[in-house]
């Protein structure tokens, strides 16, 4: 039988970030043998995630967001644990990371989280390995909740996110796109993050007019008029005042759930749309340019992309 070194001990931990006691009983197993022992703690991790995973709910969690340094790739990722303690834990940090960089790394988009788990990783290991020993490590259940990637048109198009740092639960992903090529895409780049911060802040539901269902806007039309019904006031006043009145409430209702409709936090004055922003940014660029879509997440929710 091989000698268990302290130095084994800790080179296995430093490796796999088990703990120190498994480590020596996976070496002792091992007869030394530090890539059996390795194994066998992949193993080991591999039993207690899947117990873990049949057991208990992940509902917790924080996003995490990683753009390529050429600003053209972005990714948005939920990540669930049990606890808030682990949630904000160092390591669970470290892992969304590594997997919001794994997702931006692919070469391409993937079609569901079982594909991206399913998708290889370092060291011979796969995507699910790497949560799986994380698993292990962390000592609770951990599960890739969802994720976005966007990718732009280099030299027409940029990305940019936006994570709340308070608590990392909210996170947003921006897509901008040019009318033609830009040398210097840094002003894109800018506008994608001040936006991404604007819908952590506003939770816009759609991104443009056209984009909200013709039903919704009815159902304001039909709130004005039983306004107007209930309000003598009105008895008197000429249709046009009317009409004026209820697209007035219709405008309200666009200005509240429509990204480019709605007012950019960062001015002043409150005055200040989003699509004029926009607009602004693409004339000091010498180019047209538009948001393509956009995605928010909240730890917990489901829908608010555009």
Same mark, same amino acid.
């Given at each position: 039988m091989a000698e268990i070194t302290a130095k084994m001990v800790s080179q296995l931990r430093?490796?796999?970030?088990?703990?120190?006691?498994?480590?020596?009983?996976?070496?002792t197993e091992a007869g030394?043998?530090?890539?059996? =022992?390795? &194994?066998?703690?992949?193993?080991? !991790? *591999?039993?207690?995630?899947?117990?873990?995973?049949? #057991?208990?709910?992940?509902? /917790?969690g924080i996003t995490d967001a990683f753009v390529s340094e050429s600003g053209s790739v972005g990714v948005l990722l939920e990540?669930?644990?049990?606890?808030?303690?682990?949630?904000?834990?160092?390591?669970?940090?470290?892992?969304?990371?590594e997997l919001s960089r794994a997702?931006?790394?692919?070469?391409?988009?993937?079609?569901?989280?079982?594909?991206f788990l399913a998708s290889p990783a370092a060291d011979g290991?796969?995507?699910?390995?790497?949560?799986?020993?994380?698993?292990?490590?962390?000592?609770?259940?951990?599960?890739?909740?969802?994720?976005?990637?966007?990718? =732009?048109? &280099?030299?027409?198009?940029?990305? !940019? *996110?936006?994570?709340?740092?308070?608590?990392?639960? #909210?996170?947003?992903?921006? /897509?901008?796109?040019?009318?033609?090529?830009?040398?210097?895409?840094d002003a894109l780049t800018q506008l994608a993050r001040d936006v991404a911060m604007h819908v952590a802040a506003t939770r816009p539901q759609y991104l443009n007019p056209e984009d909200v269902p013709a039903e919704l806007l009815d159902k304001e039309r039909e709130i004005a008029i039983a306004k107007q019904d209930a309000d003598?006031?009105?008895?008197?006043?000429?249709?046009?005042?009317?009409?004026?009145?209820?697209?007035?409430?219709?405008?309200?209702?666009?200005?509240?759930?429509?990204?480019t409709e709605q007012g950019f936090v960062r001015d002043p004055s409150g005055k200040q749309k989003i699509k004029a922003l926009v607009a602004e940014v693409g004339k000091s660029a010498g180019a047209t340019l538009k948001i393509v879509r956009f995605a928010r997440y909240r730890v917990g929710e489901v829908g608010g992309n555009g």
């Open positions: 430093e490796e796999t970030g088990a703990g120190m006691m498994d480590c020596k009983k996976a070496l030394g043998d530090i890539e059996e =022992a390795r &194994t066998i703690l992949r193993k080991k !991790g *591999a039993a207690k995630a899947g117990q873990k995973s049949e #057991t208990r709910t992940a509902s /917790e990540v669930n644990s049990e606890t808030d303690f682990v949630a904000r834990n160092e390591a669970f940090h470290a892992l969304a990371h997702l931006a790394d692919a070469g391409k988009p993937f079609s569901s989280v079982e594909e290991k796969t995507i699910n390995d790497v949560v799986t020993e994380a698993i292990a490590r962390l000592g609770e259940k951990i599960a890739v909740a969802r994720f976005e990637r966007f990718d =732009a048109s &280099t030299a027409r198009g940029a990305v !940019g *996110a936006y994570i709340h740092r308070t608590d990392f639960k #909210t996170g947003v992903l921006v /897509e901008i796109a040019s009318d033609k090529e830009i040398t210097n895409i003598p006031s009105f008895a008197n006043k000429p249709e046009a005042a009317k009409k004026a009145m209820i697209e007035g409430q219709v405008r309200k209702y666009l200005e509240q759930c429509v990204l």
